[in-house]
């Protein structure tokens, strides 16, 4: 089992984007090489790790590589466990000496023509400067800081001032409400919290102070000792000295020099709790060493990236994808890094394009939700942008649709620019099946191939390890560096959500269609699949082929109880601005997809959905969409990460409606 080796390479059909030959003459590796790379990674991954954890400094090397296992009674993960490091000094101070003036975090704010370079140096001092006032505050090495903090380049201060000192952080999506950041707070045993007054988005203030005072009342299972308050805007806030620190008046007396707390490869680095699409959120611990490393390489190899660059993640840093791939990726690999901080049609639809015009921008990654809410604009987005500076562009989160893979494609892309659809999880650290700019032909709707280390197989319910083309349950056969080490204070959790399902195998909770070529295409949560008279369908291939059609802008897809076919088809559409609900809509959109997949797709109910309930990273919760489908709207369960709450009153409302 451990050991498979993807061979076979994507045959040349109509649908597959092959690596363009001036492209793939400047990257940083070919299709042979990936093999090559691969099955290393695979056959002697000691020696390939072993190289591979060279790319970051060590205080004190490490001896042994991996001591690995994923029996569920005797599950330990551990990397470079005696090798000692520092996270921060890795994405700083090593960067000094000779690129200590370039830029590390190009910031980009709400309000068009407002921006901030600041250099490796400047970051540098920023980051020890706020790692002696945490010092000063009592803060000390493995304890836990809460960061609630807008899109403003002190978050990522404040996270690296706690990796440079050993402290724990654990970001907050600043969406969230009081009582989910007291949550999370109860659950770290947080005593000290790190926020602005207020934060910008889409041209308002988002009143964060207002909601940790709310919090801080809140909170059961710890008492917060401190609250660093960054006095961002103009909006007052009430102030209680008791607790309260203002940023500015901390750092001030502060020296320039902090050293760097030697940290052992295991000890952690970070909490961060997933979106809770399936369920009550799970609070994600990652490691030191092993998660560097592996954020760091496949920032590297995914992105292509080359110094000098001006690479953009569009994610947030309350989100892994911001953890790993707008800070700790980038800073390992000395490169400038875009922060935003708005939205992406503020002041309107033309905003991401603008961003990229005006500043340059190579590479860019963002999600699918955000390109079907570009898309369904049609050609505005990027209507008189020149768009040429970029060269790469990424998604992840979920399933892109096919048509919104051609639609990005064609206009930030160029038709000249390979898109990387990486999927991952909070979970994995880092990009796990993921095409490789100059090595992988695409196929619209695939993340492609596995990255090295990563041992990706289907099996079915019982376990049973499928081989060739085939469709499963997505599992993991080995650990790899980025790998999450527990669920924060509940390490029997981790043990049932991951390595009970499977013996012997990391569950991912996702399925997934393994091609002719050995290529994954995901095809959504097993929780969500559906079972209609026998037959299985993944709620991805139904969704993009929904997507595909004209009027669509989006659409979900869930099962509900149905007396003869076990479980009926509920599909719910959001159309394109611009098109209004009617019947006729609604019967050509059945035909549509009878015509697109077959006449068991034919859908039993279609809800207009001006809306869909996501979380607050983009998701579509379709847990919710199933108890509305299934009548069950008073049994909708943990709904404290719903980006919209009123998007659920809505689709109850109109519920009877559609049926
Ligand atoms: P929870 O685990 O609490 O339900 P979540 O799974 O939504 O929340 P994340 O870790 O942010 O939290 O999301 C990981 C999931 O996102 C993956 O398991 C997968 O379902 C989906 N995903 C991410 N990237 C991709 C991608 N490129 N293609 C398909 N699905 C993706
Ligand atoms: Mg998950």
């Given at each position: 089992m451990r050991g498979r080796i993807v061979t076979s390479k994507p045959e ?17 590796l070919d299709e042979d090489r990936y093999f090559e790379l691969y099955n290393r990674s695979i056959q002697e991954p000691d020696g390939f790790w072993?190289e591979q ?13 991996q ?234 190899y ?121 999927w ?7 990009a796990m099946l993921t095409p490789l700019?100059?090595a992988t032909a695409?196929?619209?709707?695939s993340a492609t191939r596995p990255f090295f280390g990563v041992q990706p197989a289907l099996v079915?319910?019982?376990?049973n390890i499928l081989d060739g083309a085939a469709?499963g349950?997505l599992v993991l056969l080995g650990s790899w ?23 012997n195998m990391y ?5 997934a269609r393994r091609d002719e070529d050995g290529y994954y ?139």
């Amino acid at each position: 089992m451990r050991g498979r080796i993807v061979t076979s390479k994507p045959e040349s059909t109509p649908n597959v984007y092959p690596v363009p030959a001036p492209y793939a003459a400047h990257t940083l590796l070919d299709e042979d090489r990936y093999f090559e790379l691969y099955n290393r990674s695979i056959q002697e991954p000691d020696g390939f790790w072993r190289e591979q954890a060279q790319r970051i400094d060590w205080i004190a090397p490490f001896t042994q590589v991996q001591d690995t296992s994923f029996a569920r009674d005797d599950l330990h993960i551990r990397w470079f466990a005696d090798g000692k490091l520092n996270v921060a000094a890795n994405c700083l101070d090593r960067h000094l000496h000779e690129h200590g003036d370039s830029t590390a975090i190009l910031w980009v704010g709400d309000e068009p023509g407002v921006s901030r370079e600041i250099s490796y140096r400047e970051l540098h001092r920023d980051v020890c400067r706020f790692a002696n006032g945490l010092k000063s505050l009592g803060v000390k090495k493995g304890d836990v800081v809460t960061i609630y903090m807008p899109m403003v380049p002190e978050a990522a201060v404040a996270m690296l001032a706690c990796a440079r000192i050993g402290a724990v952080h654990s970001v907050v999506f600043a969406g969230f409400s009081p009582e989910a950041l007291a949550g999370r707070m109860d659950d770290g045993q947080s005593r000290t919290l790190i926020t602005a007054n207020a934060g910008r988005r889409g041209g308002r203030s988002v009143m964060l102070k207002n909601n940790v005072d709310r919090a801080v009342a809140l909170c059961k299972e710890t008492t917060v000792d401190n609250v660093v308050v960054f006095n961002y805007t103009d909006d007052a806030t009430d102030w209680n000295p008791a607790i309260d620190r203002d940023y500015a008046e901390l750092v001030a007396a502060q020296s320039d020099e902090c050293p760097a707390e030697v940290m052992g490869a295991e000890d952690p680095l970070f909490i961060l709790y997933t979106s809770g699409s399936t369920g009550k959120p799970k609070g994600v611990l990652h490691s030191s060493g092993g998660y560097i490393i592996y954020a760091s390489l496949t920032h590297e190899y995914v992105f292509d990236y080359r110094r000098g660059e001006r690479y953009w993640c569009a994610a947030d840093i309350g989100w892994i994808t911001g953890h790993s791939y707008i800070l700790y990726g980038p800073l390992a690999n000395g490169a400038t890094t875009v922060m935003y901080e708005g939205v992406p049609n503020y002041p309107d639809v033309t905003r991401v394009a603008q961003i990229i015009d005006d500043h340059k921008i190579n590479i860019l990654y963002i999600a699918p939700t955000a390109i079907r809410a570009l898309m369904a604009e049609g050609n505005k987005p990027v209507a008189g942008a020149s768009l040429e500076s970029l060269r790469l562009l990424g998604t992840v989160g979920e399933p892109i649709n096919p048509e919104a893979w051609k639609w990005y494609h064609r206009t930030f892309g160029r038709g000249q620019c390979p898109i990387v659809d990486t999927w991952w999880q909070t979970e994995t650290g880092g990009a796990m099946l993921t095409p490789l700019p100059g090595a992988t032909a695409l196929k619209p709707g695939s993340a492609t191939r596995p990255f090295f280390g990563v041992q990706p197989a289907l099996v079915d319910n019982e376990g049973n390890i499928l081989d060739g083309a085939a469709e499963g349950n997505l599992v993991l056969l080995g650990s790899w560096p980025g790998q999450m080490r527990t669920v924060f204070g509940d390490h029997q959790r981790f043990i049932d959500t991951y390595f009970s399902t499977f013996e012997n195998m990391y569950f991912t909770g996702d399925g997934a269609r393994r091609d002719e070529d050995g290529y994954y295409w995901i095809t959504g949560r097993v929780d969500d699949v559906l079972n209609v008279s026998g037959h299985r369908m993944g709620t991805a291939e139904l969704e993009s082929a929904l997507v595909a059609h004209e009027a669509v802008a989006e659409a979900a897809v869930v099962g509900y109880p149905h007396d003869i076919k076990g479980q009926g088809i509920y599909i719910y559409v959001t159309l394109n601005s611009g098109i209004e609900p009617s019947d006729e809509m609604r019967i050509t959109l059945r035909d549509w997809l009878r015509a697109e997949i077959g006449p068991i797709a034919t859908p039993d109910v279609i809800q207009w959905a001006p809306g869909l309930p996501k979380t607050r990273s983009g998701k579509i919760m379709r847990r919710i969409l199933r108890k509305v489908a299934a009548d069950e709207c008073d049994q909708l369960g943990d709904t404290s990460t719903l980006a919209d709450p009123a998007v659920v009153d809505n689709l109850v409302a109109n519920r009877a409606a559609a049926t």
